[in-house]
Each structure stands twice: as C-alpha cells, then as structure tokens.
C-alpha cells in the first residue's frame, strides 16, 4: 500500500457508484487510504467497492447508501465516518450529470431543476457536513470535480454551465472558511476544483472506437489528479481551479 500523503487517510467519496467514482475508490485506496464511498444505488455501490477492494490488495474500502439530496442524511454519513474511522481527512465529490439543447432558446428549465439538484445542492450538503471534520483534519481537502464550461459556457449548455458555476462558487465561499480558520499561518484544510472538459472511459471507447474523445480526461488520470491534491500544501490549492485541460 501507498506510504505517501495518503497512508493512512480517510477519504469519503460522493457518487462512488459511477466510473469516475469506482476510479477514484480504486485509486486512493492503492495510495494507502482508508475510502468511504456514498451512491444512492446500492447495487452499483456495492459492485465499485467490491472491485476497488479486491483489485487494491484488500485495503479498506467501504460504502453507504446515502441521500445526498437530504442535508441530515449528509450530516449523519459525516458524522458516522469520523465516528468509526476517527477522522475525516477528505470529500471528494464526483456527483455528475448532464442535460443540454440544440439552442439557448430551447432550454428546458425543467433541466436546471435536474441539474442544480445533482450539481449544486449535493455540494452544497457535503461541504456543510463535511467542512468542520476536514478542518480538523492536519490534511483536510474537499474536491471539486467541474467542467471548463462554467467558465466559458455554451449557448446549448445553459443549465449545465450555470449548475456548475454555482458549484464553483459554493466551492470557492468554502475555501475562504479554510482560509480564515488557518489565520496568520495559512491553512491546513483546503478546498479545490479539478476542472475537466469532459470525461471518458473504457466502456465509452468501446461503444465508439473511432471517436477521438479530444480533450477529454480519463477516469483514471482524474483519479490519480484526485490523489495529488493531498502531495500539495493546503494552501497551494485552498481556493484554487486546477485544470486538466485547456483553459477556454
């Protein structure tokens, strides 16, 4: 196992289920955390946690069925981690989803509705579950994972962009709360954002062999992006965007 800044770590993540998840659950655990992932599907979570478990050598890997929409749900999965486990050394959040239009002019708000559950809320519940524990943490970090069209939206994109950005936002006021709890000395928990154009993996390569997938990030290398926010010093990433790909 990892013997780096992760041994030994604690580290929730959200929306473990899916393949940025399993990646994720996979990749932390090899660098020597202890990994707590939440999903709403009990099937799909269970299947990540058995593979990350058995493909990382048996470390300790784990999952819960929790409503992220629900902020008491959210608190009580923070609460039991650091009950159980003594600390909480990180969140990660991977709680995706997507809709857009042919147009501006054909945006659904019905989508934003869907989106700003998924993309903002979620972060939203974490980070306040979660912001006290990773303080109290001599390595607490909340990641973000977003997208470059929050910067530079789309006419299409309206809603996803927008979900985003306020994902961002909502990062970034957390980020601050690190900021000024470290005083003088800076801090020592720290809020990022990963931003990615889009991600990929093996099942989509598969489905469309010829497709380029042109600056698209693997699952796998946001997975080992996920790891390198702990090899840096909190303050290197409190509050900061760390591209994966080109900036719009």
């Known amino acids: 196992m990892g013997n780096g ?5 604690v580290i929730a993540v959200a929306g473990a289920g899916g393949p940025a998840g399993r990646a994720a659950l996979l990749r932390l655990a090899e660098a020597g955390a202890t990994v707590v992932g939440a999903d709403n599907d009990p099937e799909r979570l269970s299947e990540a946690v058995d593979a990350a478990r058995y493909a990382s050598g048996g470390a300790t890997v784990t999952g819960d069925t929790v409503d992220l929409l629900d902020l008491q749900s959210t608190r009580d999965w923070a609460a039991h981690i650091e009950k159980d486990f003594g600390r909480v050394d990180g969140l990660v959040h991977l709680v ?9 002019t054909k945006t659904s708000l019905d989508d934003w509705d869907f989106l700003e559950l998924l993309l903002v809320k979620t972060v939203q519940h974490t980070s306040l579950a979660f912001h006290e524990a990773l303080q109290r943490s001599e390595r607490g970090r909340y990641v973000l994972i977003s997208a470059a069209g929050a910067s530079k939206p789309t006419a299409g994109n309206a809603a ?5 950005a ?8 957390m980020a601050d709360f690190f900021r000024k709890a470290g005083g003088e000395d800076g801090p020592t928990s720290a809020a990022t954002i990963l931003v990615v ?4 993996h093996e ?5 469309r062999p010829n497709a380029k997938f042109a600056g698209f990030t693997d699952v796998k290398d946001l997975a080992e992006a996920i790891t390198e926010v702990w090899d840096k010093p909190a303050a290197e990433v409190n509050g900061n965007r760390l591209w994966l790909t080109e900036k719009p």
């Open 160 to 164: 996803y962009s927008a979900a985003k």
């Open 166 to 173: 306020a994902s961002e936002a909502w990062t970034l006021a």
């Open 203 to 207: 099942a989509m390569r598969a489905e």
């Open 197 to 200: 154009k889009a991600l990929v």
């Open 96 to 104: 995706g989803g997507w809709r857009g239009s042919e147009t501006f």
């Open 5 to 9: 800044a992760l041994s030994g770590a």
